[in-house]
């Protein structure tokens, strides 16, 4: 790869050190196929990881694995601190209030999930059920559309959503109409996966709580990007999942409001959620041990915890400067493409480092196996979003997605391998 060719868009200010932080990511050494570096493009489906997570996950299972919170021996109260500190790091990273507040899932699927059926087994105010109203947005990821979907059937509540805009962005002209009085919950997205349109949050939880409803928020294209601040956000709920920030999988978050973490039931019950069992009754812990049924995801939690660091070190201020410079000049790139159209948000405004397209009438399966043949990954299909591909009648896109290891050469890349794949389908 090389620098931007002369002629080309020029390069806006803010782009990190990529040759330096690509040293923390062995993966991005590799050559695939016939000896092609990688250039890996694909960070909207999963991050790669540095070395400061993988040897952190290698040293608790090497020196310090047991089981959590129960044992007495040093074992397992290494492996109890480890885990309880990464919940201290994930709080602090988005400005929890409380450490309390911070519940660990196996992913952010699991997060909504567990809001969706505490609400569907709640008492009042909480609960959802005929009569009552559920709000989802047309751009949301099927972890935030069929949780909802299942709840209103199981309750008979009514599911409503906010539709799209031409340019990909929510129609909220009608806000007052889809957000009533019988509203219980409104779920959605902050930053899309397949438009990357950026939600305005704060129109959105402001009519929310007005009527009495609930807010919860999928973070999970946008914790990893940019600095998040729960507080600020005045959500209820914020999900979003490690394997999207440098960590590994197995392991999500669900932050909740203290007050309501206590109201509400559990989801899954076994051990470690209860505080007294009979034979004829159970008691349960407090938050957030409440929702954390059985053996945790402890060494995916130290991942997190290192990830969280590593992402602290560089700075989010900086990773979202970075991004937005590299989303600018992809979006100035891409527009030099015959035939190609960006579906979603065509500025860098408002918008994540996620961009979906499609190019003319080739298939999005046929670029990207083309693109994979140059040693390019990229993530083709509706990216569990199929609503938003029937929004506006494709099939399926192409999606190129950056992070913070991202450098303009890729960009490049991706512009001549495109031009590659249109020669090769004439």
């Known amino acids: 790869m090389t620098e931007p060719r002369a002629g080309r868009p020029g390069l806006p200010a803010g782009l990190l050190d990529t040759e330096a932080i690509r040293k923390d990511f062995p993966i991005l050494d590799r050559v695939v196929h016939d000896g092609t570096r990688l250039v890996y493009l694909d960070n909207a ?25 129960r044992g007495v021996h040093v074992l397992a109260e290494e492996a109890t601190e480890l885990y309880e500190g990464a919940r201290d790091k994930v709080a602090a990273f988005i400005n929890a209030p409380s450490r309390d507040e911070v519940i660990f899932t196996k992913n952010a699927s699991e997060s909504l999930n567990l809001v969706a059926n505490m609400l569907g087994w709640a008492d009042e105010p909480y609960r959802v059920d005929s009569g009552t109203e559920i709000v989802i947005t047309e751009m949301e990821h099927h972890s935030n559309i069929v949780p909802w979907q299942l709840l209103a059937q199981r309750t008979g509540a009514q599911l409503k959503w906010f539709g799209l805009t031409d340019e990909g962005r929510l129609d909220l002209s009608n806000i007052d109409q889809i957000i009533t009085e019988r509203t219980k919950i409104v779920s959605f997205v902050l930053v899309s996966n397949i438009l990357g349109t950026h939600n305005p949050v704060r129109e959105i939880v402001r009519r929310a709580h007005e ?36 960590g590994p999988t197995g392991i999500g978050v669900l932050w909740g409001r203290q007050e309501l973490l206590e109201d509400l039931p559990p989801f899954l019950g076994g051990g470690e959620m209860i505080e007294t069992v009979s034979m004829h009754s159970s008691t349960y812990a407090p938050a957030p041990h409440k929702f954390e049924a059985g053996t945790p995801p402890i060494a995916q939690a130290v991942g997190l915890g290192a990830a969280v660091d590593y992402l602290s070190g560089i700075g989010m201020d900086r990773i979202a400067a970075h991004e937005h410079a ?24 408002d918008r994540g480092a996620a961009i979906s397209f499609t190019l003319g009438d080739i298939h999005p399966h046929d670029v990207g196996q083309v693109l994979d043949e140059r040693g390019i990954a990229v993530r083709v299909g509706h990216h569990c979003a199929r609503p938003v591909c029937l929004r506006y009648g494709i099939p399926a896109t192409t999606r190129a997605s950056f992070y913070l290891y991202t450098s303009p050469a890729e960009v490049d890349a991706l512009i001549e391998g495109l031009e590659y794949v249109r020669g090769f389908f004439g």
């Open 45 to 69: 489906a999963s991050s790669q990881k540095p070395r400061q997570v993988l040897d952190a996950m290698n040293t608790y299972y090497e020196r310090h694995h047991a089981n959590v919170h």
């Open 211 to 246: 009527v009495g409803a609930l807010v919860l928020i999928d973070a999970s294209q946008a914790v990893p990007h940019a600095t998040l601040d729960v507080q600020d956000l005045g959500a209820d709920f914020v999900a979003f999942t490690g394997h999207k920030m440098c």
């Open 326 to 349: 590299l989303t600018e000049y992809a979006l100035a790139r891409l527009a030099e493409v015959p035939d190609l159209r960006i579906i979603g948000p065509r500025t860098a405004e």
